[in-house]
């Protein structure tokens, strides 16, 4: 009965540690448009095609200027994916809004690949959403003839970097030492979460301005020990294998998720 018991523990053990290993495809938080505020003349309308079967349509001619969506009080991002359909030929026709806590941010450019219900993913870098601040899509109309169709944005909900990371100062290393990068996704999104080529490392001063213009090393992972999800803890823990001949000077740690989201820590190297 003992020895049941312990094979038993260990078929448990060993569940356990596959589930960690290989947990399944990526998935970014996801924000339907039909469940966010709606901005002037916007309406939610069918369509089989989307996500999750409806989407809002940003005006249709002859509709007015000023009409989208607003998604409220949203975790903090620097990045996210949206996925839209325009109608026929509209490539340029007009232009869409983003707002951040309704401040304007900057024109977004929708691209037209044929007529509905195609859908395209555009992703939007370079911002700053804190936590719990709105983020708007709002179409302005130069010409009416062809309609906008917004199915959801999606991105990531980040915390990190975590111990033994300190983001509000250098971190000081030695060459060739494995370091465990901690953040959270709030839950198991699976691990193919990195954009292609990240984590990267690049050459900077210890104030964090790069130096020179060498191609960022990919990093390399410690063994087979690569990217882990920890489900106790509700962490990813990535091992950074650093390279023994930094014995001087600093890095950028640069890790990219799929959705365009960067996040970065600078270490100091010593002998």
Aim: aromatic share 12%; proline share 4%.
């Amino acid at each position: 009965m003992k020895r049941k018991l312990n094979n038993l523990w260990t078929a448990l053990m060993f569940a356990g540690i596959l589930l960690l290993v290989t947990s399944g495809v990526a998935s970014a938080i996801r924000y339907e448009a039909e469940d966010a505020e709606l901005i002037g003349v916007a309406y939610s309308v069918d369509d089989s095609a989307a996500s999750n079967g409806k989407v809002v349509c940003c005006l249709e001619w002859p509709n007015v200027i000023s009409s989208g969506v607003r998604f409220n009080n949203m975790p903090a991002t620097n990045s996210f994916l949206l996925q839209y359909s325009t109608g026929g030929a509209s490539t340029g026709k007009y232009n869409v809004s983003l707002y951040i806590n309704d401040v304007f941010i900057r024109y977004l450019v929708p691209v037209s690949t044929g007529d509905w219900p195609i859908y395209n993913i555009m992703e939007v870098t370079g911002i700053t959403v804190n936590e719990g601040e709105s983020i708007s899509i709002i179409r302005d109309n130069i010409d009416g003839q062809y309609g906008f169709n917004i199915d959801y944005i999606e991105y990531y909900s980040w915390t990190g970097f975590f111990e033994p990371i300190d983001n509000d100062a250098v971190n000081l290393v030695k060459g060739g030492s494995a370091i465990p990068v901690k953040f959270s996704l709030d839950g198991d999104q699976g691990l193919d979460i990195f954009m292609s080529g990240y984590p990267q490392s690049i050459a900077v001063d210890c104030g964090g301005a790069p130096v020179d213009s060498i191609t960022p090393d990919e990093t390399d992972t410690a063994g087979q020990s690569g990217l882990s999800y920890d489900p106790l803890a509700d962490q990813y823990v990535y091992v950074w294998k650093t390279n023994k001949d930094w014995k001087s000077g600093c890095r950028q740690l640069q890790v990219m998720l799929n959705t365009g989201q960067i996040y970065s820590a600078i270490f100091k190297f010593e002998k």
